[in-house]
């Protein structure tokens, strides 16, 4: 699986608490067995042409532990606690086997 999250709240730009980051992480180690991340900063425009920035972490987890009906459900559910939690109107995530992962469709929820 494949995790972007922003370190700021959506809908204040305020700073995520690193007590949210931590309960991911834990998250991420009691489902998949662990994680690689690092931090990386994105670009968009706003619907009304404005250019926007911002710095994220990539999380990365994989785990042969599960089928693949199992994992995926685990992945969205991180991925939804994740929206929900920093007030994203979208999170991008993906899920495929290690290998095919920069190949697959991304999935934003």
């Known amino acids: ?9 959506g809908d204040t730009g305020e700073p995520v608490d690193a007590e949210a980051f931590m309960i991911l992480e834990e998250k ?11 931090s990386i900063e994105g670009g968009w425009r706003s ?5 926007l920035r911002d710095e994220s972490v990539r999380y990365v987890a994989s785990t042969d532990q599960y089928d ?4 995926e459900t685990y992945a969205r559910g991180i991925a939804d606690a994740v929206k929900d939690y920093w007030r994203q109107q979208e999170v ?3 899920v495929g086997k290690q290998e095919e992962i920069e190949k697959d469709s991304a999935i934003f929820i």
């Open 92 to 94: 991008f995530y993906k």
């Open 1 to 9: 699986m494949e995790l972007i999250v922003p370190l700021t709240y």
């Open 68 to 71: 693949p009906e199992t994992f």
């Open 47 to 51: 619907p009304t042409g404005q250019r």
């Open 28 to 38: 991420l180690m009691d489902y998949f067995g662990g994680y690689t991340s690092h």
